[in-house]
Antibody, heavy 121, light 105 residues
Framework: EVQLVESGGGLVQPGRSLRLSCAAS????????MNWVRQAPGKGLEWVSY????????YYADSVKGRFTISRDNAKNSLYLQMNSLRAADTAVYYC??????????????WGQGTLVTVSS | SYELTQAPSVSVSPGQTASITCSGD??????ACWYQQKAGQSPVLVIY???KRPSGIPERFSGSNSGNTATLTISGTQIMDEADYYC????????FGGGTKLTVL
């Protein structure tokens, strides 16, 4: 069974940093591209970042470019999101999400349960 | 920035057909996806590459993409289908529509 378990969320002050982690299991993590998607309270979905299976291709939404860094450790079956210079607008549930195997333009086929990040003084 | 437009809400009676549309001028160039999100749960992929259903998704869910509009159709809508539905397209990265709340009553 595919499982994606996020951790690292919490309450943080504006301007501070936070690192999210995602532990993957039930599939060969190193074969799949991965994403972070967020959802502000009561709002819609927003794609945040993408990393290819071997980390050679990385993309960010304009709203986080220059502040967030995505990375992965295939040996540890883990995905990360380093978030710096956090703003109130970054308050959201952050989901770890797998790209489906069918390319091109695959769907996001497995989602974690999400971890809540609250940016507030 | 690129936007995908969805109606905020759609209502349908049980057993009827629900159509949820998504408009965007780049939809014709690349595949669209659809996600279902029930209250308090993570999203679930229901349609990818315009019209394909992942395993486990009922046949009553279907998709199409023509011109600038992608459509999710739910035939014989059930009470359990009540949820928010999000379309997703592509620009420099993935782009989500604002979501449509489907009410079944």
């Amino acid at each position: 069974e595919v499982q994606l378990v996020e951790s690292g969320g919490g309450l943080v002050q504006p301007g501070r940093s936070l690192r999210l982690s995602c532990a993957a299991s039930g599939f060969t993590f190193s074969n799949y591209n991965m994403n972070w998607v967020r959802q502000a309270p009561g709002k819609g979905l927003e794609w945040v970042s993408y990393i290819s299976s071997g980390s050679s291709n990385i993309y960010y939404a304009d709203s986080v470019k220059g502040r967030f860094t995505i990375s992965r450790d295939n040996a540890k079956n883990s995905l990360y999101l380093q978030m710096n210079s956090l703003r109130a607008a970054d308050t959201a549930v952050y989901y770890c999400v797998r790209d489906g195997p069918s390319g091109p333009w695959p769907g996001l086929d497995y989602w974690g349960q999400g971890t809540l990040v609250t940016v507030s003084s | 920035s690129y936007e995908l437009t969805q109606a905020p809400s759609v209502s349908v009676s049980p057993g009827q057909t629900a159509s949820i549309t998504c408009s965007g001028d780049k939809l014709r160039d690349k595949y669209a996806c659809w996600y279902q999100q029930k209250a308090g749960q993570s999203p679930v992929l229901v349609i990818y590459q315009d019209r394909k259903r992942p395993s486990g998704i009922p046949e009553r869910f279907s998709g199409s993409n023509s011109g600038n509009t992608a459509t999710l159709t739910i035939s014989g809508t059930q009470i359990m289908d009540e949820a928010d539905y999000y379309c997703q397209g592509w620009d420099q990265g993935r782009v989500f529509g604002g979501g449509t709340k489907l009410t079944v009553l």
